[in-house]
């Protein structure tokens, strides 16, 4: 059974800081992986989608990697902001699982000091 | 463009009452639809998803149900709510054949 875990659970940097948000999943037969960004009481918001075949995606200030033999991967942010500040969430869609069928982790929260 | 509505935004409801959550998604056709929780302190739990009218898929064994009555509207429903029933219900769709998902405002229930 596929377990996502997300360390740490929650951050606090000062503006201007580069940071690096980690995610680890047990069972390495992925089919991709996402990252999103949660606002408090709000809706998901997909930032990257990481194909099993890519080690990587970037998207402005955003890098995500992914080492899958390893069962890991990372959502780095550079030169971070207080609009930055929110609950960042990993999710993988198992190779055999089933149609577009997503395990979360329990996602990172994040502050953003001015 | 596309765009996914949730109603109502929030709900307090009684243990033991029905419960009834719409979703609709405008400016696609024949999406995938999915059904989500999240309970405090936990992760985000898909409870059903969708690839097509009539056709549901149940991830979670509960006293939830969903149906999709029509291409673009998919609706959480409970016959008797239980106080674990609590939590933020988020509703997603992607398009067919592609993965990335696009959520919903969300709905806040609390059971009494």
């Known amino acids: 059974k596929q377990e996502v875990t997300q360390i740490p659970a929650a951050l606090s940097v000062p503006e201007g800081e580069n940071l690096v948000l980690n995610c680890s999943f047990t069972?390495?037969?992925?089919?991709?992986l996402q990252w999103f960004r949660q606002d408090p009481g709000k809706g998901l918001t997909s930032l990257l989608l990481?194909?099993?075949?890519?080690r990587e995606q970037t998207s402005g200030r955003l890098n995500a990697s992914l080492d899958k033999s390893s069962g890991r991967s990372t959502l780095y942010i550079a030169a971070s902001q207080p609009g930055d500040s929110a609950t960042y969430l990993c999710?993988?869609?198992?190779?055999?699982?089933?149609?577009?069928?997503?395990?979360f982790g329990t996602g990172t929260r994040l502050k953003v000091l001015a | 463009s596309q765009t996914i509505h949730q109603w109502p935004a929030t709900l307090v409801q009684p243990v033991g009452s029905p419960l009834s959550l719409e979703c609709t998604v405008e400016g696609t056709s024949n999406p995938n639809l999915y059904w989500y929780r999240q309970a405090a302190g936990r992760g985000l739990q898909l409870l059903f998803y969708s690839v097509g009218i009539g056709q549901i898929s149940s991830e979670v064994p509960q006293n939830l149900s969903a149906s999709r009555p029509q291409d673009r509207q998919f609706i959480l429903s409970s016959k008797k709510l239980l106080l674990s029933d609590s939590g933020f219900y988020l509703c997603a769709w992607a398009a067919g054949g592609t993965d990335t998902q696009y959520f919903g405002p969300g709905t806040r229930l609390t059971v009494l």
């Open positions: 990481i194909q099993s075949s890519q």
């Open positions: 069972d390495s037969a992925i089919y991709n």
């Open positions: 999710a993988v869609r198992g190779a055999t699982s089933g149609t577009y069928k997503y395990i």
